[in-house]
């Protein structure tokens, strides 16, 4: 596809969408967890606030390879993501990757 002024502004446009649709999800997931965590656990802001960052920074680590599966290095990153989570649940309530994320795209080699 040529890159002509109009084609850039157009993936400019639909590049900004999708930033503010990952931003917009990413904080309702947020603000709902906190909620969820203050309620049913008590958890004071200082706890919330070390849990956020810890959340931030592995949004930040995973997010450009896990759902993208152009990227070279997406499958190790979804492996990745599931060996961290085979560490928090027990086996009988662990999903690999492609079952929780059904629309995703599988990576094809």
Same mark, same amino acid.
């Given at each position: 596809?040529?890159?002509? /002024?109009?084609?850039? =502004? ?8 999708? /930033?503010?649709? %990952?931003?917009? @999800? ?15 656990? @008590? ?20 997010? =450009?390879?896990?759902?993208? *599966? ?20 027990? *086996? ?9 994320? %059904? @629309? ?6």
């Amino acid at each position: 596809m040529p890159k002509n /002024d109009l084609t850039l =502004r157009l993936k400019a446009h639909f590049d900004a969408g999708m /930033d503010i649709g %990952e931003r917009y @999800g990413k904080q309702v997931a947020s603000d709902l967890f906190l909620i969820a965590l203050h309620r049913v656990y @008590g958890f004071s802001y200082e706890r919330m606030e070390r849990l956020i960052v810890e959340a931030d920074m592995l949004f930040d680590h995973f997010k =450009r390879y896990i759902g993208n *599966p152009k990227e070279p290095e997406c499958d190790r990153y979804r492996e990745e993501l599931d060996t961290l989570l085979k560490e928090c649940l027990p *086996p009988e309530r662990f999903k690999p990757f492609e079952e929780r994320y %059904e @629309g995703v795209k599988k990576v094809r080699y």
